[in-house]
Structure formats: C-alpha cells, structure tokens
C-alpha cells in the first residue's frame, strides 16, 4: 500500500464545545498512536521525503495545532509523555501587545516549544476568511499584507523564517494559494467535516484536493482525501479536526489511524 500519513488538528486542549477535548481525552487519544507504534515528524521531514533526501519511520504521524493558546504548553506535556512533538501555526495578532490575553502565548514560551520539538509554521495576523478577503481585495495586497506581517514577526521574535503555512477555517481561494505557494513550501487545509468555502462558493473539499469518490457515512470526505500521500498537491494537505465527529471518538481517531496501517 501506498504511504498514508495521518495528519490531526486542533486549537489546543478544551472543556467547551459539543466535542470538548480536555487533558484526559487528549492523553487517551495520543495514546493510542504510541500504542499503535507511530512516531510524529514534522513538516522538514515530510518535505525530505517529499523531494528524495530523507525517509520516513516505519508509521509518521503528523500533529498539527493552530493559534498561539497558553493551553498548548499543556499540550506538549501530553505529546512529550509519548514521544511526540507538534507543528504550531502561529497567526500574531493576538500577540501584538495591544490584544495580548492570558490566554496567550509569550514569545518566549513558544520558543521554549521549539526547543522541545516543535515545528513552527505561518497563520497570518488577523485570521480573516481567506475565501471572502477574495472578493474584497482581488488583487490579494490585503492577503499580502497578512502574511509578509506574520513571517517577520515570527522571524524577529524567533529567528525562524516560516516555511509552511496554515490556511485559515475552512476557507481557501485560489488568490490565497497563488500567495501562499510564492512564499512557503506547504499549505495546510483543516478537515472538520465535507464542505469548504472556495473562491465565495460552497464546494466538496474532495472536490477541491482532486480526490474521486463519494463523501462517506460520518459526514467527512473519502478516506482517501484524509491523508497525506506522495500525490497529495503540497498546497492543499488534509488535516483532521480532534474537537469534531469524525476521529472525536477513541474508536474513531483508532480506525483513522489503522487505515494508514492497511
């Protein structure tokens, strides 16, 4: 079988929400990936093995977080107590000192995650919906302004010039991955379901990654469109919501990840 890399999402550990994802469920569901024998790489391994310099352990698993959330640092306990590490994507507003919260992360923390593991990858400033600033600013100097903003401000605190980049919500346009594709190697899209908001219109997310076949049961898109693969287009990489139906469940998350295992 072809590699199928599982790849998850999520805002950081919460109580709230119809699928809430407090600590004792996130060590549940990391769990299983250490028992089922999968080592986490980050977005400069998938590009190793992407381009033919570098090859991946026998079972990658890829934990992707977005949002600079203080409720990462407890995060990285669960990942760390199982040997893993993550991939943050940083959008800086909430960090400018004008909107920052103690719900937010220092600068200084997230490099305390980098220095654990952690990769770390672009989510623009404001986090607008990138399929709406479409119709706005077709020319994309608003989007532009997003994401020459954000590298340099994780480029000056950090001394990291992003790489990799996170698209917002579930909203894509065609604007947006044109900028992103001149600026970083990967663009990562967020799978909460079968539905995505491109270029102002409602399409399958099948639709928009090129993958054939019928949306399934639970409500997300074919199987196949769940995984990162050899022939996944680099700018539109799946990624799998935890806080939502499809892999919430532990016996859902443990077929996701046994599927890569097939």
């Known amino acids: 079988m072809a590699t ?8 950081g550990t919460s109580d709230q ?3 809430p994802l407090p600590r004792l469920h996130l060590t549940t569901l990391v769990g299983i990936a250490a028992e089922l024998g999968f080592t986490s790489i980050d977005y400069d391994g998938l590009a190793a093995w992407r381009d033919g310099s570098g090859d991946l352990p026998e079972h990658p698993i890829m934990f992707d977080f977005d949002h600079p959330v203080t409720t990462m640092l407890e995060v990285r306990e669960v ?61 994309g100097e608003k989007l532009q302004w997003e994401l020459e903003t954000c590298d340099q401000e994780i480029e000056k605190e950090l001394g990291i010039k992003p ?11 065609s604007v947006a991955e044109k900028k992103v594709m001149e600026r970083y190697r990967f663009g990562r899209l ?11 219109d409602k399409i399958r997310y099948a639709e928009l990654v090129g993958v054939e076949g019928e949306d399934e049961a639970d409500g997300g898109p074919p199987m196949a469109a769940r995984y990162i693969t050899a022939n996944t287009p680099p ?6 919501e935890f806080q939502a139906p499809l892999i919430h469940e532990a016996s859902a998350f443990r077929a996701y990840l046994e599927g890569a295992l097939d």
Not at 4 to 11: D, L, Q, V
Not at 163 to 170: H, I, L
């Open 4 to 11: 199928r890399i599982p790849i998850t999402m999520c805002h």
């Open 17 to 19: 929400g119809e699928f």
């Open 79 to 139: 990942l760390g107590e199982a040997g893993f590490a993550g991939n943050l994507f940083v959008n800086s507003g909430p960090m400018a000192p004008e909107n920052v919260s103690p719900d937010t992360l220092t600068w200084a923390q997230i490099s305390e995650l980098v220095e654990s593991g952690w990769h770390i990858g672009a989510h623009t400033v404001t986090h607008p919906n990138l399929s709406a600033l479409v119709a706005e600013d077709p020319q």
């Open 163 to 173: 790489r990799d980049f996170a698209f917002t919500g579930t909203s894509w346009s």
């Open 190 to 200: 967020w799978i909460v379901g079968s539905e995505y908001q491109a270029d102002g």
């Open 235 to 240: 700018y539109r990489l799946p990624s799998m």
